[in-house]
């Protein structure tokens, strides 16, 4: 069975969108769409597909201030890729743990 994980943003949730960066929530938002409809296209050629939340990084992008290491951050897409169990498709998740789209 092979998997993939699209990376996404908490801002891509619906409980997460922010008028303050608005194109990035929306971009994130139709990822997470394309999440579930690619998990249910896919389904029946064995191919698992879920999104995921890295959290807040220290990354060129995130910044020094950020909480996280970019190993913390990798962590739930390499567990998903390679230990998850396969039932687990066409959900988002954080620190290996399904969240609310």
């Known amino acids: 069975m092979e998997s993939t994980q699209d990376i996404s943003s908490g801002y891509g949730a619906l409980e997460g969108l922010s008028y303050d960066v608005p194109s990035y929530c ?8 394309a999440t579930i409809m690619l998990a249910q296209a896919l389904y029946s050629k064995e191919i698992v597909v879920n999104s995921i939340c890295p959290g807040w990084v220290k990354t060129d992008m995130g910044g020094s201030s950020a909480p996280r290491t970019p190993a913390e951050g990798a962590d739930t897409a390499i567990w998903l890729a390679t230990d998850a169990p396969r039932n687990i498709n066409g959900k988002f998740l954080r620190d290996r743990k399904v969240i609310s789209f």
Not at 26 to 33: F, R
């Open 26 to 33: 929306l971009s994130k938002l139709a990822l997470n769409g």
